[in-house]
């Protein structure tokens, strides 16, 4: 059995040989009969061709599944990588934004805030401080705000504070640097005003609500609601004819006035250095002296 096997080992043996040395010609004709073969009868190798792709197509497509399963993954991760840095991008562009608008919103309020402090009424006797309001730093008050501006600007206490819309209280304490402004609404706040209308005097009192008491009228005056109320004048510590508020209603001779300032978004006010201008003082003593030793001479 061995020695058989051995036999054929070595008769196939020249064979193998031919075919290795001659594979490259034998390949060679091969093409060119292909070549001749599909001159001559074209419709033959179209239909083989056909046959070959039809039943190679199958097995092409599920060993092209692993690549399109890779080329698509790799195509999410590119996806994603670019959605990753455009998030990126578009949140600090989203922070830089909102900086931009908080400091336009800011200007913005800053723009109104001095427009309408130089839409108030200004009287002719009276110098302002602007000043910003910087929170409420508490004490024995209790409707108040802190401003920015103090001695070293030329307040003092007392001094009128005033905004766009109208007076908005006076100056109850001061520091070098900050003082605080007494709201028109603190219970301790007494400002003289009277009513346009009829030019009666009274006194505005604050109760720590938003609504103003115009009380201590004189006795039958005549008022109604939408009445205006503005500052007298009167002790020289207010300007007159600053604006305060329009009557709701009345009740026992005592009128309540809804303020035109808004106190809840009070941003600058103007602190007011009114100089009131006394007439010049008489001597009436050392006239009377003068005209008692007139005649003696």
Same mark, same amino acid.
């Given at each position: 059995m061995r020695q058989r096997g051995g036999n054929t080992q070595r008769d196939a043996m020249p064979i193998k040989?031919?075919?290795?040395?001659?594979?490259?010609?034998?390949?060679?004709?091969?093409?060119?009969?292909?070549?001749?073969?599909?001159?001559?009868?074209?419709?033959?190798v179209e239909r083989f061709?056909?046959?070959?792709?039809?039943?190679?197509?199958?097995?092409?497509?599920?060993?092209?599944?692993?690549?399109?399963?890779?080329?698509?993954?790799?195509?999410?991760?590119?996806?994603?990588?670019?959605?990753?840095d455009e998030n990126a991008r578009l949140r600090e562009e989203n922070a830089r934004l909102k900086h931009w608008q908080a400091a336009a919103l800011r200007l913005q309020q800053q723009h109104a805030g001095l427009t309408a402090l130089l839409n108030a009424r200004q009287d002719p006797t009276s110098t302002f401080v602007a000043a910003r309001v910087i929170g409420d730093s508490g004490g024995p008050?209790?409707?108040?705000?802190?401003l920015n501006a103090g001695s070293r600007d030329g307040v003092a206490k007392g001094q009128a504070a005033i905004n766009g819309?109208?007076?908005?209280?006076? #100056? @109850?304490?001061?520091?070098? +640097? $900050? =003082?605080?402004?007494?709201?028109?609404?603190?219970?301790?706040?007494?400002v003289p005003a009277i009513l346009e209308p009829s030019r009666d005097r009274g006194v505005l009192e604050g109760d720590n609500t938003n609504i103003?008491?115009?009380?201590?009228?004189?006795?039958?005056?005549?008022?109604?609601?939408?009445?205006?109320v503005v500052?007298?004048?009167?002790?020289?510590?207010?300007?007159?004819?600053?604006?305060?508020?329009?009557?709701?209603s009345v009740s026992d001779g005592v009128a309540f006035v809804q303020p035109f300032v808004q106190f809840h978004?009070?941003?600058?006010?103007?602190?007011?250095?009114?100089?009131?201008?006394?007439?010049?003082?008489?001597? #009436? @003593?050392?006239?009377?002296? +003068? $005209? =008692?030793?007139?005649?003696?001479?």
């Open positions: 040989v031919v075919v290795q040395r001659f594979a490259f010609v034998l390949l060679a004709a091969a093409a060119v009969a292909l070549m001749l073969f599909n001159k001559s009868n074209t419709g033959a061709r056909t046959v070959i792709l039809d039943a190679a197509s199958p097995v092409l497509e599920v060993l092209s599944q692993p690549a399109i399963t890779i080329s698509r993954v790799m195509e999410e991760a590119r996806f994603l990588i670019h959605l990753h008050f209790v409707r108040t705000v802190l819309d109208g007076l908005v209280g006076r #100056v @109850a304490e001061v520091g070098v +640097r $900050s =003082s605080r402004i007494l709201l028109l609404t603190d219970l301790n706040s007494r103003l008491q115009l009380s201590y009228l004189s006795a039958g005056v005549q008022m109604s609601p939408g009445d205006r500052t007298s004048g009167h002790g020289g510590v207010f300007p007159a004819e600053l604006p305060i508020g329009t009557v709701t978004r009070l941003d600058y006010v103007r602190i007011v250095k009114h100089n009131l201008a006394f007439p010049p003082t008489r001597d #009436v @003593a050392g006239q009377r002296t +003068r $005209s =008692s030793s007139g005649p003696s001479q």
